[in-house]
């Protein structure tokens, strides 16, 4: 069995344990133990997360460093009907202005 994550691991040994199948780790046995592990986890994991938005944030501004953008602007409008409106035969109408910049390849 592949397991992508440690918790994942954690979970399936305690699962095993609460049905019988299998031992409880020492490490698992006391609720102060199975705490700081799962901090430790949790700590882990958003250290990943915030590593993984800053790479995306510093590709994205190294690409666009070399790609220069050229402003268009757009009109959009949307329709739609509301229900009190729909009843009384009248649209909805919302219209919006949206900035698309168009890079270079």
């Given at each position: 069995m592949?397991y992508t994550?440690?918790?994942?691991v954690v979970?399936?040994?305690?699962l095993?344990a609460?049905?019988?199948?299998?031992p409880?780790?020492?490490?698992?046995?006391?609720?102060?133990g199975l705490?700081?592990l799962a901090e430790?986890?949790?700590r882990?994991h958003?250290?990943?997360?915030?590593?993984g938005r800053?790479?995306?944030?510093l590709h994205?501004?190294l690409?666009?460093?070399?790609?220069?953008?050229?402003?268009?602007?757009?009109?959009?409008k949307?329709?739609?009907?509301?229900?009190r409106e729909e009843?009384e035969?009248?649209?909805?109408c919302?219209?919006?202005?949206?900035l698309?910049?168009?890079h270079?390849?």
């Amino acid at each position: 069995m592949h397991y992508t994550r440690y918790a994942d691991v954690v979970v399936h040994r305690l699962l095993a344990a609460a049905i019988g199948v299998g031992p409880l780790p020492p490490q698992l046995e006391h609720k102060g133990g199975l705490h700081d592990l799962a901090e430790n986890m949790n700590r882990r994991h958003r250290s990943a997360q915030l590593a993984g938005r800053a790479s995306v944030q510093l590709h994205t501004q190294l690409y666009f460093k070399d790609h220069p953008a050229v402003n268009e602007k757009v009109h959009v409008k949307l329709q739609g009907r509301r229900r009190r409106e729909e009843e009384e035969g009248r649209s909805c109408c919302c219209c919006f202005n949206v900035l698309v910049l168009v890079h270079s390849s």
